[in-house]
């Protein structure tokens, strides 16, 4: 079982770095998000959505569902690890 999943997780790695091949260099000036993406936001965020900081406009009002999103990942994972590791009373009877 454990040859299974070691070989699983190869091809899972593989497959992860073969998608990584197209992309963009780091930093590349013309890839799309520095072509598209950013000069929008930076353009019209304060038109937008009246929010002087571009930073704040983009998580609050552009990716809000996101944000969000990640934030309630973020909970559900903090409650379900305290109520893993919370003291039992059953647990002090035996």
């Known amino acids: ?24 260099a780091w930093g590349d000036p013309n890839s799309p998000a520095n072509t598209y993406v950013s000069p929008l936001y930076i353009e019209e965020a304060y038109s937008k959505t009246e929010t002087p900081n571009i930073v704040s406009a983009v998580l609050a009002d552009y990716r809000g569902y996101d944000t969000m999103g990640e934030t309630t990942v973020i909970f559900t994972a903090a409650l379900i690890c305290a ?12």
Request: aromatic share 6%; proline share 3%; glycine share 8%.
């Open 1 to 24: 079982m454990k040859v299974i999943i070691l070989i699983f997780v190869i091809l899972s790695g593989g497959l992860l770095i073969y998608g990584t091949m197209d992309m963009p």
């Open 83 to 94: 109520l893993l590791l919370r003291k039992n009373s059953d647990d002090d009877e035996a």
